[in-house]
Each structure stands twice: as C-alpha cells, then as structure tokens.
C-alpha cells in the first residue's frame, strides 16, 4: 500500500469512528427502539463517503442534530366505543426536520404503532421528501389504535378526538399529515371536518389525500403504487429489461399493493401473489384486481375471501411465506421488516431479477445485503415509493393556487419525478464509489440537500 493510500485509509477510519460514535449516542439516547435504530444505521452507513469528502458535516454536527427529532408530540385519545364504554389510545407526531420545508408525512393507525415506530418513519421521511425535490421536511404520526373491526362511528369519533389534539400543531404552512398503514380516504375526510370545524377557516392545504369533491388531488390514491412500479422499470431498463411478460409477486392488499398490481399488470407483467396480514393468495392465473379492490376498498373484507369468488386460486396461512413463490420482480408494499435474509435468500435462489420498496423499511438491514450480494436489483423505499408524498406535494401545490390538474397531468408529473429520484439516486452512488448501490445513492442524495439547507441556517 502506498503512503497516500494508507492516509486515505486512516481519515475514512476516522470517518467510520466518528458515524459509529454518534450511532451510538442515539442508541443511547432512544433505548429498545429497534425499528428507529435499524433506520438511522442504514443511512448513517451510506453517509461515511459523504464525510470524508465533505468533513464541513461533521464539523457542523448535522448528525448529531438530523437524528434528534425537531418536536415530538404524544397525547391521549380518548373515545367511546358503540357500547358506550370509554376506550384510551395513544397519539404520536414526530415533527423531526423541517429544513427544506413544513413537515410532511402520514398518520398511521395500527396496534403496532409506538414512538419506535413513528420516530423510524419520520426519519426516513426526511430524506424521501428531499429526493422528491419538492418543498417539504419530514414528519410522521399515528396512533396504536386498531381500526379493524371498527364501526364508522367508532372510526369517525376517534378520528375526531385524536384531530381535536393534532390539530393544535398542523396547518398548511407548518406540517400537512396525510394517511398511511390504516387511515385512507374515509379517515382524512373525518380528521379533515374536525380541524375546520375547530379552527375555522377552510384551510385545504392542511392535510393531503383528500376526498376530490374538496381539494384533494387526482392520482393520489394511485400514486405510491403507480410511482413505485415507476420506478423499478427504470431499473429493469437499464438492463434492457421490462415489466412486459414477467411474473410479479405483491405483498399486502392496501392502497400501495392494489395500485402497484394495476401499473405492474397494465405494464404487462402477471401479478400472482398479494397478501393481507393474516395470510396471502396465490392465483396462477394472475390476480384478478377486482375482487381485491372489492374486498378490501368497498367491503373491507380478508383476502382469504378471494378464493369464494376464483376457487383456481389458493389460500395460505400466514406472511413470509408469500416470498417463496418463484417470480421475476418482488414488491413488497405491507410493512416493515416483512422480509428478512431467509426470505431474501429463497427469492434470489428462485431467480428474482428485481426488489422494488413499496413499503417502508420493509427489508431487513440483513435482507438487503443478500440482495445487494446477489446483484439484484434493489429500489430502496425512501426512494421507491416516494410517488406518494411527491403527489401529496401537488396537492398542496393545486390547493395553494386553487386550481385542479387532469389525472394525465398529475400522473406525467409523478413519472418526471420517479425517473429523476432513479437517475439522481444512480449518479449519488456513482460519485460516492458505490455504483448500481441505491441504497447508498438514494440516501446520499436525501441528505445532501437537507444538510446544505441545515448548515445554511445555523445552528438550530
Ligand atoms: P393500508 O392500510 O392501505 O394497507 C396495508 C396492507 O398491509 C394491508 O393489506 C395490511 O393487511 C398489510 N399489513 C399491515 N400490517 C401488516 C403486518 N404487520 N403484517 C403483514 N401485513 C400487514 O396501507 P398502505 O398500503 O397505505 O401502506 C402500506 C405500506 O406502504 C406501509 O409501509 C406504508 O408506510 C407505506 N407507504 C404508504 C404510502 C401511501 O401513500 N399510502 C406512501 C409511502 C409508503 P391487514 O389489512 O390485514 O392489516
């Protein structure tokens, strides 16, 4: 080894030294929240070339400072059930970056939900709306409580005492939650009726994702998944590839999963498999799409129900098994984690040739290196299925100039905006010596951004 490269060699162990140390403050700091610490570990990972070429990062803390959540707000939500008796929930809003913008982000609701869990999604926000290249930081929010089951009246009145809350801290030019994992059309429109009613004024642009009848956008619903097929035929291009006669496999049957097996099937690819969280079907004939939309947008129905109606398919118990069907293009587009090595490793071994993120962090830290070993393709969430916030952004755009885009317009925009997230997120892991890696380009170029916007504001 020559003496320069051996001082190259030491400054990037500095480098290493210095990520690991602040990985650890906010370890330290944000104890038994594996989900955030499996969040902050994969980007502060691609961020070491970044330091090294630019230390004016490290010297200015963005670090330490992009990792600690601007304001957290947790609050109680209480309501009554349809036997009159009281319930309690949880309320979160993770308010963590607003450097390049108001804070932007979805509001889940799912048992699940925890600080842990909003903390990991909004953090991953930030460097989403960043690749979007629109004006907007990031946030996130939700509640444990579990929709399922749920009359409309349950879900209107907690809908509405968990927004007499949030609504002391949103607004149009501040923070535009929108929904996500168990809030859709039906529970905007409750959250959007009660901030009107409480704030006064009609201030559209607060939220996103709105019914269409007032402010909402065209494409939105569609948009996460469309954009996330989007994206990953940009990647299959590159390698002269396409959807056109492939075999895909989905997981869920939400608002990303159905729209990502419309764009996948109208793009001409057979979509065989989608799933919802208590097991997944699998019709050899491909998915007829709509009796998914039927059973879970009109009746909010199980997928096991699909086999009544195409007695051809069958019906599995339980999750991970969804990934060993054999198929050309994996989109996993349920929730987090849902993939870990071994399912990885059972998709690469039956041939897959592409992994697009519909889902947020829905592979492990684990699971993406076997694909990244593999050299498959590998579209990272954050900038995946980033068509759904870039969308969201257009609605706020639409309500600010009070004016309404065609669906064509709308959808040619979010096919500008994933085709530049892919060639941004290509030429970031190029210029940073990881060619073809888009985790690290997608996460380079997030950050790039916010932290030029951050050094030039101060030490806030
Ligand atoms: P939905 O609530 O519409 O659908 C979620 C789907 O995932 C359902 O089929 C659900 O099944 C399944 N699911 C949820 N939790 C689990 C679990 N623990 N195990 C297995 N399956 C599960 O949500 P979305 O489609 O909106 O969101 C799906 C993913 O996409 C989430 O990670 C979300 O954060 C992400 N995302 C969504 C965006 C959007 O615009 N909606 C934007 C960007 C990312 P069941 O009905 O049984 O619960």
Known sequence: ???????????????????????????????????????????????????????????????????????????????????????????????????????????????????????????????????????????????????????????????????????????????????????????????????????????????????????????RTEATGYGTVYFVEEMLKDKGLSFEGSTVVISGSGNVAI????????????????????????????????????????ERKRIQEYVKEHPQAEYYEGCSGIWSIPCDIALPCATQNEIDDVSAQILVTNGVKAVGEGANMPSTLEAIDVFLNNHILFGPAKAANAGGVAVSALEMAQNSMRLSWTFEEVDAKLHEIMTNIYRNSVKAAEEYGHPGNLVVGANIAGFIKVADAMMAQGII
């Open 1 to 219: 080894m020559t003496t320069s490269q051996q001082v190259k060699q030491d400054e990037m162990q500095v480098v290493k030294d210095y990520v690991n140390e602040v990985y650890e403050t906010v370890k330290k700091r944000n104890p038994n929240e594996s989900e955030f610490h499996q969040a902050v570990k994969e980007i502060f990972d691609s961020l070491v070339p970044v330091f090294a070429k630019h230390p004016k990062y490290m010297d200015n803390g963005i670090l330490e400072r992009i990792s600690e959540p601007e304001r957290i707000i947790t609050f109680r939500v209480p309501w009554v059930d349809d036997q009159g008796k009281v319930r309690v929930n949880r309320g979160f809003r993770v308010q963590f970056n607003s450097s390049i913008g108001p804070y932007k982000g979805g509001i889940r609701f799912h048992p699940s939900v925890n600080a842990s869990i909003i903390k990991f999604l909004g953090f991953e926000q930030i460097f989403k709306n960043s690749l979007t290249g629109q004006p907007i930081g990031g946030g996130k929010g939700g509640s444990d409580f579990d929709p399922k089951g749920k009359s409309d009246g349950e879900i209107m009145r907690f809908t509405q005492s968990f927004m007499t809350e949030l609504c002391k801290y949103i607004g149009p030019d501040i923070d535009v939650p929108a929904g996500d994992i168990g809030v859709g059309a039906r529970e905007i429109g409750f959250m959007f009726g009660q901030y009107k009613r409480i704030r006064g004024g009609y201030e559209a642009g607060v939220l996103t994702g709105k019914g269409l009848e007032y402010g909402g956008s065209l494409t």
């Open 259 to 298: 729209y990502a097996i419309e764009k996948a099937t109208q793009l001409g690819a057979k979509v065989v498999a989608c799933s919802d969280s208590n097991g997944y079907i699998y019709d050899k004939d491909g998915i007829n799409l709509e009796t998914v939309k039927k059973l879970k947008e009109v």
